[in-house]
């Protein structure tokens, strides 16, 4: 603990609840132990990042050699499964990277490179699901005479305001998430986050990145925020002392912005993670009901699946999630034909 009395940022309290030594992060079970992404809700995630791979292969000229890096790779489930769905003519010229805090798993498919971070040169897919919103950042809060302050958080997840926010955390909310003076209101400062996938991006030579995340856009930002944990299966009340998952959704289009460098050619998009996976062909439609007397087995498995598709497309649910799309030096390969 740091600062007066163990009070301090959210952002240092989560980056040690997180990823210190006993960090959440590092504990044996994984992400997949406390809660359910896209990628082990269906292996037709998986299936639809594999054709975006293919379509950037395609925009590539196909290279002879082939990026894959799955960013913040959790177990390495997605990359593993990317993997195996991939032709093979694609797959043999695909390097394959998994980028992670946590340790390596034992028994990892061989051809996956492991590693603390991206390669510094990308010529591919740079791919991270649910990264951004565990990238730790500050909170900030209205106080009664109006002043925008930092929120100090205790081990034990009791609050209480600090000093007022300044520099470039300010100059962040100001052009991001303006905080209108109404005491209680709250903001999550997404600069880290920015800087990060800033970063990230700067990697890729000649592809894409993607992230993925629970989001929102300066057009309608959270009034309270959203920071909040998980722990096995449940939300629960955030409380950094490595116990639970923090996190916060990601202000996506602030993201974009400083992943696109000045003079870039190629836009970002932002898109709805079930226009995404129409795109690239998951749609959930049911398959026709006269397979079932000519083939039930393949009936059952194509309805199994349809209920897969739905489950990733779902309104309300990894349906909303937001596609960020940041090309670089390629054409957006899920643009709609024109
Ligand atoms: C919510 S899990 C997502 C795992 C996986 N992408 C999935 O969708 O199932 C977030 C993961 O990001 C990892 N992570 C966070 N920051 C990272 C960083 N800077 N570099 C590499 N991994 C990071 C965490 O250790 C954790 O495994």
């Keep these: 603990m740091t600062g007066s009395g163990g009070w301090r940022g959210w952002r240092a309290a989560t980056q040690d609840a997180l990823y210190g030594t006993d960090g959440f992060y590092r504990r044996p079970e994984g992400p997949a132990g406390h809660f359910r992404t896209s990628v082990h809700a269906s292996p037709l995630f998986a299936g639809a990042v594999a054709r975006l791979l293919c379509e950037v292969d395609e925009a590539l000229g196909r290279p002879a050699s082939l990026d894959f890096v799955d960013m913040a790779a959790g177990r390495g489930e997605l990359v593993t499964a990317v993997l195996a769905a991939l032709p093979a003519h694609v797959a043999a010229r695909t390097r394959a990277y998994a980028v992670e805090i946590a340790a390596r798993p034992a028994g990892l498919d061989r051809r996956v490179e492991w590693?603390?971070?991206p390669p510094p040169e990308?010529?591919?897919?740079?791919?991270?699901?649910?990264w951004l919103d565990n990238v730790p950042v500050e909170v900030a809060e209205v106080d009664p005479a109006g002043t925008v302050r930092r929120v100090l958080v205790r081990g034990d997840g009791a609050e209480r305001l600090g000093e007022p926010v300044s520099g470039a955390e300010a100059e962040w909310l100001a052009r991001w998430w303006p905080l209108a003076g109404?005491?209680?209101?709250?903001?999550?400062?997404?600069?880290?986050?920015?800087?990060?996938?800033?970063?990230a991006v700067a990697r890729v030579r000649r592809g894409l990145a993607v992230a993925v995340d629970y989001a929102h856009t300066a057009d309608a930002r959270p009034p309270f925020g959203t920071l909040t944990g998980y722990r096995e299966g449940r939300e629960t009340t955030p409380v950094p002392d490595g116990s639970c998952d923090l996190t916060t959704h990601v202000a996506l289009d602030a993201c974009a912005q400083a992943g696109t460098p000045a003079h870039s050619p190629s836009a970002p998009r932002l898109l709805s993670q079930r226009e995404a996976l129409h795109a690239l062909g998951v749609t959930g439609a049911r398959p026709p009901l006269a397979l079932a007397s000519t083939d039930p087995a393949a009936y059952v498995r194509a309805l199994a699946s349809a209920g897969e598709a739905a489950e990733l497309t779902a309104a309300g649910g990894?349906?909303?999630?937001?596609?960020?799309?940041?090309?670089?030096?390629?054409?957006?390969?899920?643009?709609p034909p024109r």
């Design 122 to 130: 990308v010529t591919g897919l740079l791919f991270a699901n649910e």
């Design 115 to 117: 590693l603390p971070e």
């Design 182 to 199: 109404e005491e209680g209101l709250r903001a999550e400062i997404g600069l880290p986050r920015d800087t990060a996938w800033a970063s």
């Design 318 to 335: 990894l349906g909303d999630f937001a596609w960020l799309l940041q090309p670089v030096g390629i054409a957006d390969p899920l643009a």
